[in-house]
């Protein structure tokens, strides 16, 4: 299995991360599979991804109700996705994730991914998130990458690798 693993990541390193994958060059969309409880960090990945690509972070929020929320960067498309809410695989192919997932330039990330594992697509970086900490001054989480698919999984390897290279 393809994996990598960070442990202890606090908000800036989770920040710097985003700025690693949005700088790290790439050919592909990407799909982002998120998985987590609630309150673990989801959200705020994609509101890091986001800022990264030269949004304003805080503009992007949950789209629990809306189920899909698209922004346009000046390189990149950014869909955010949440399933949670996605009632059946009907509803879920109804948003029309099959053109975000192959859109150029496009990035989407897919929160409570793990309700339509089937419908990822197999080219999908799944990234679980564990929060490790009670305390907000303190709070780190344990993040794992997965990709089935080799072209992908090295570029999350170069990505990650900047963090100790910078």
Same mark, same amino acid.
């Given at each position: 299995?393809?994996?990598?693993?960070?442990?202890?990541?606090?908000?800036?390193?989770?920040?710097?991360?985003?700025?690693?994958?949005?700088?790290?060059?790439?050919?592909?969309?990407?799909?982002?599979?998120?998985?987590?409880?609630?309150?673990?960090?989801?959200?705020?990945?994609?509101?890091?991804?986001?800022?990264?690509?030269?949004?304003?972070?805080?503009?992007?929020?949950?789209?629990?109700?809306?189920?899909?929320?698209?922004?346009?960067?000046?390189?990149?498309?950014?869909?955010?996705?949440?399933?949670?809410?996605?009632?059946?695989?009907?509803?879920?192919?109804?948003?029309?994730?099959?053109?975000?997932?192959?859109?150029?330039?496009?990035?989407?990330?897919?929160?409570? *991914?793990? @309700?339509?594992?089937?419908?990822?697509?197999? /080219? =999908?970086?799944?990234?679980?998130?564990?929060?490790? #900490?009670? $305390?907000?001054?303190? *709070?780190? @989480?344990?993040?794992?990458?997965?990709?089935? /698919? =080799?072209?992908?999984?090295?570029?999350?390897?170069? #990505?990650? $690798?900047?963090?100790?290279?910078?």
């Amino acid at each position: 299995m393809n994996l990598v693993t960070l442990d202890q990541v606090d908000l800036e390193t989770l920040a710097r991360l985003a700025d690693a994958f949005v700088r790290e060059p790439i050919a592909f969309p990407v799909c982002f599979a998120v998985t987590g409880t609630l309150g673990a960090g989801k959200t705020r990945w994609t509101q890091e991804i986001a800022r990264a690509m030269g949004l304003d972070a805080s503009e992007v929020t949950s789209p629990t109700f809306t189920l899909l929320r698209t922004y346009h960067a000046p390189q990149h498309t950014l869909h955010h996705v949440d399933a949670y809410r996605v009632g059946d695989e009907d509803e879920w192919w109804e948003l029309g994730l099959e053109e975000c997932y192959q859109e150029p330039n496009a990035w989407t990330v897919i929160e409570w *991914a793990d @309700r339509f594992e089937e419908a990822m697509p197999p /080219e =999908a970086i799944w990234m679980h998130i564990d929060f490790q #900490s009670e $305390s907000p001054t303190e *709070a780190t @989480r344990d993040l794992r990458f997965r990709c089935d /698919e =080799a072209e992908r999984f090295d570029w999350v390897k170069r #990505s990650v $690798s900047q963090l100790s290279g910078e």
